[in-house]
């Protein structure tokens, strides 16, 4: 069955960085799109970032744009968000997800979630 699982999650200080990854398998990762989403406390879910199954193309959401990165290893069937420049609201589960879709933003595009892993950025 197909499996995502994030890591690198933690706790940092604000204009701090961090890198998160998520592996997956169980699926031909090149034919998926993948995409970064998060869910802070009370909040709904919102798109953060994605990348196209080649990685030509990225998108992102304006609160992040300029602080983080998406890339993907297709040999390592992994994606990764790189985050610099934290602030306290980037703080949140953070997942990844894949899907036969171009770069949307729209979470019910997507196939398939990792169980999400914490960010916590500290004041």
């Known amino acids: 069955q197909v499996q995502l699982v994030e890591s690198g999650g933690g706790l940092v200080q604000a204009g701090g960085s961090l890198r998160v990854s998520c592996v997956a398998s169980g699926l031909t990762f090149s034919s998926y799109a993948m995409g970064w989403f998060r869910q802070a406390p009370g909040k709904e879910r919102e798109f953060v970032a994605a990348?196209?199954?080649?990685?030509?193309?990225?998108s992102y959401a304006d609160s992040v744009k300029g602080r983080f990165t998406i890339s993907r290893d297709n040999a390592k069937n992994t994606v990764y968000l790189q985050m610099n420049r934290l602030k306290p609201e980037d703080t949140a589960v953070y997942y990844c997800?894949?899907?036969?879709?171009?770069?949307?933003?729209?979470?019910?595009?997507?196939?398939?979630w990792g169980q999400g892993t914490q960010v916590t950025v500290s004041s």
């Open positions: 997800s894949a899907g036969l879709v171009y770069l949307s933003r729209n979470s019910g595009s997507y196939d398939y």
């Open positions: 990348i196209t199954k080649y990685g030509a193309t990225t």
